[in-house]
C-alpha cells in the first residue's frame, strides 16, 4: 500500500499549486498525522445553514472555507518574493496576519498591530520605531483601541515586518476582518488610586485564549471586547461588543457584562443582569463568543454583528445559550446603574494631565497627541524619558494618546519639559484634550474626509477664537463605519461630500449630544452634507450658541439634551 500523502487542497483561488505551495502543505499535513490528528478530529467551521452550498455562500465566508487565512502565510511568502499586488481573495485573508492592502487610495499595505491592554515596554516601542522607519513611510498612529497602525507598507517587505514585530513579544494576528481585535483595559490598570479591580491580568489572560484557539480566527464579523476595573482613564466599554466593568457588593468584587455596543450602528451595549465573579470572567467571555460564533448572520455581512443577532434573540436567550456551554447557571442582579462607577467622567479628560497613583510618590503622566499622529523620532525619545524617569513602560489610550506610568514626584516636572520639547503637551485642554480623527481618505478607501488634517485645521481655527470652560469632546469619522465613534462626541462630525459651486468636496453631517459611561447617549444629526471650511465658522456658532444660552455649569451634552433639532438649529445659526 502507498504511503503518499493525498493533499485534501489542490488549488488556491482557482490556480494550481506551486511547488513551493506543495511542499509547504505536505509538511503541515504530514505533521497533523504524525500526531495521530485528522481533518476529522477539527471541529469543523460554524454551518451557514443545511439549505446553503458552496456555491451560495457570499464571497468572505467562500474564502474562508476554500483556504483558512491562517494558512495563508504561504501565500504572503510568494508574493513577498515578486513584491506582487494581491488579488481580491488575498487582500481579504491576509488581514488575518494584520495586513490591509490600501488600494485604491494607495499601493501598499498598512499593518495593525495586536497589543493587550495598549502597554507597551520601552524595548517594544524602540523596535516597532526602527521598522516604522525602515519598512514603513513613518507614518504611526494610535488608534481607538489603544493599539498602534502603520502604513505603506510593500509586499516585499511584510514578512520581516511580521517577523520583527513577533520578535518583540508583539502579533499582529487576527488583528482585522472577521476577528476579535486588540482587547482593551483601563490603562491606569494597576496604578490608579480609583480602581476595584487591576483589570491587565483578565486582558492579557485572554490575548492568550485567542491567540492559542483557532476557533476565535473564524467569527461573522470583527469584535470587540473590553475590560473596565473603574480606573480613572475608562474603556468606553459600553462602545463593545462585550463590555466587561467591575462593581463592588458590599467588599465583595464582581463585574457585569454588557452585549452588543456598536457605536456606528447607534448601539451600546446592554447589561445582561448577572455578577461574574472575576475567577471566571474569562471563562463566560469565551462562551460568549463561542455562541455568537455559532449562531452569528454568515449570509449578509451587513447584519452579523452581535449586535444583528441581539436583534433577533432576547437578551434572556443569548445568556441561556452561553450558560449551556458554561454548564452553569450565572448569578443574577438586576442592573443598579447607581452602583456603577466612572471616576474619570468627573474630571475633564483624564487621559492628559500628571495623577498621583496608588503608589506613594509615583504619578501617571498623560500626554497630548493630536490625533494619534506620531512619528518614529518621537517613539523613540519617549521610550528614552520613560527609561530615565519611569519603569520602563508606554500605556496606550483609547483617546489617541499614551501615558507614562511609574514616575517619582521629583521627575514630574523634568518629564513634562522632555515632553515638550518632543513636541507634546501634558495640559488638558477643553477643546484639544477631546479630539480624535480617524485614518480618513489619505489612507481609507471607505472615508469621504480628510478627517485627521481637517480635525487639526479645526481645533487650531476654534483655539484662536474661543475658550472654554468646560471640556468637549469632538470627534471626525471619515465614513459610517465610524472608527472614531461620532455618535459618542459631544459633536461628531461623520465624512460625506457636500457640493461647492457644483464642485464635490470634503464635507460632514454633524451630530451633537452623544456620550458614553454614565453620560451614554447616541448624537443626533443638526446639519447636513456641510462643506469642510463652511463647518469651521459653523461648529465655532455651535459652541458660541452653547456658551450664551446654556443654564449655569451646564455641559455642552446637557445643553442640546433639552433642546430638540429645530431649536439647536436656530441657536447655532445664528450670532445672537
Not at 141 to 148: D, G, S
Not at 313 to 334: D, I
Not at 372 to 387: L, V, W, Y
Request: with cysteine; hydrophobic share 40%; charged share 20%.
Amino acid at each position: 500500500m502507498s504511503n503518499a500523502l493525498t493533499l485534501p487542497i489542490t488549488a488556491i483561488n482557482g490556480q494550481p499549486l506551486t511547488g513551493e505551495q506543495s511542499n509547504y502543505l505536505t509538511g503541515f499535513f504530514a505533521g497533523i498525522a504524525a500526531r495521530g490528528q485528522r481533518f476529522g478530529d477539527v471541529e469543523p467551521m460554524p454551518a451557514v445553514g443545511k439549505t446553503v452550498s458552496h456555491e451560495d455562500l457570499i464571497f468572505e465566508e467562500r474564502v474562508k472555507r476554500e483556504l483558512h487565512p491562517l494558512d495563508a502565510y504561504p501565500v504572503l511568502i510568494d508574493h513577498a518574493a515578486t513584491n506582487k499586488t494581491p488579488e481580491k481573495e488575498e487582500i481579504f485573508r491576509f488581514k488575518w496576519n494584520g495586513l490591509f492592502y490600501l488600494t485604491p487610495n494607495k499601493e501598499a499595505f498598512m499593518a495593525r498591530l495586536r497589543i493587550p491592554g495598549g502597554l507597551l515596554r520601552t524595548f517594544q516601542l524602540r523596535e516597532l520605531a526602527n521598522v516604522a522607519r525602515e519598512l514603513t513611510t513613518g507614518y504611526v498612529q494610535i488608534t481607538t483601541r489603544a493599539n498602534l497602525q502603520m502604513r505603506l507598507i510593500q509586499p516585499k517587505d511584510t514578512p520581516e515586518l511580521l517577523r520583527r514585530i513577533q520578535s518583540v513579544g508583539l502579533h499582529t494576528r487576527g488583528a482585522g476582518a472577521d476577528n476579535i481585535r486588540n482587547l482593551t483595559a483601563n490603562p491606569t490598570s494597576g496604578i490608579d488610586p480609583h480602581e476595584i479591580i487591576d483589570v491587565m491580568p483578565f486582558c492579557n489572560e485572554m490575548a492568550q485564549i485567542i491567540i492559542n484557539d483557532r476557533a476565535f480566527y473564524d467569527l461573522p464579523r470583527k469584535f470587540n471586547i473590553a475590560y473596565d476595573g473603574g480606573g480613572l482613564i475608562g474603556t468606553v466599554e459600553d462602545t463593545n461588543d462585550i463590555g466587561c466593568k467591575a462593581v463592588k457588593v458590599g467588599e465583595e468584587v464582581f463585574f457585569r457584562i454588557a452585549l452588543g455596543g456598536a457605536t456606528g450602528h447607534k448601539a451600546f451595549a446592554r447589561d445582561i443582569g448577572v455578577l461574574v465573579k472575576p475567577a471566571e470572567l474569562n471563562k463566560v467571555v469565551a462562551a460568549v463568543v463561542r455562541v455568537y460564533i455559532a449562531n452569528g448572520n454568515r449570509t449578509d455581512r451587513k447584519k452579523a454583528r452581535l449586535k444583528h443577532l441581539l436583534e433577533k434573540w432576547t437578551l434572556e436567550q443569548y445568556l441561556a445559550e452561553t450558560e449551556k456551554l458554561l454548564g452553569y447557571q450565572l448569578e443574577r442582579a438586576p442592573l443598579d446603574p447607581a452602583a456603577i462607577q466612572y471616576p474619570g467622567q468627573k474630571l475633564p479628560h483624564s487621559h492628559v494631565g500628571v495623577y498621583s497613583q496608588k503608589q506613594k510618590g509615583l504619578n501617571y503622566v498623560g500626554v497630548a497627541i493630536p490625533v494619534g499622529h506620531i512619528t518614529p523620532k518621537q517613539m523613540i525619545r519617549i521610550a528614552e524619558i520613560a527609561d530615565l524617569y519611569g519603569s520602563g513602560e508606554i500605556r496606550l489610550t483609547v483617546w489617541q494618546n499614551f501615558i507614562i506610568p511609574n514616575v517619582p514626584d521629583h521627575f514630574v516636572a523634568t518629564v513634562k519639559k522632555a515632553l515638550r520639547k518632543v513636541g507634546f503637551d501634558t495640559e488638558q485642554s477643553n477643546l484639544r484634550s477631546g479630539l480624535i480623527a480617524c485614518t480618513g481618505n489619505s489612507y481609507c478607501k471607505f472615508a469621504q474626509a480628510n478627517t485627521k488634517g481637517h480635525a487639526i485645521e479645526l481645533v487650531d481655527y476654534l483655539d484662536k477664537r474661543l475658550k472654554l470652560d468646560l471640556p468637549v469632546n469632538i470627534h471626525l469619522t471619515g465614513c459610517p463605519n465610524s472608527c472614531a465613534q461620532h455618535y459618542m462626541g459631544d459633536i461628531g462630525l461623520l465624512g460625506t461630500k457636500a457640493k461647492v459651486g457644483g464642485e464635490s468636496v470634503d464635507g460632514y453631517h454633524i451630530f451633537v449630544g452623544g456620550g458614553f459611561g454614565a453620560n451614554q447617549a447616541v448624537g443626533r444629526q443638526v446639519f447636513n452634507a456641510i462643506d469642510f471650511e463652511s463647518a469651521k465658522p459653523l461648529v465655532e456658532k455651535m459652541l458660541r450658541g452653547y456658551l450664551r444660552h446654556r443654564t449655569g455649569g451646564e455641559t455642552f451634552q446637557a445643553f442640546t439634551a433639552r433642546h430638540d433639532l429645530n431649536t439647536l438649529q436656530a441657536i447655532f445659526s445664528n450670532d445672537e
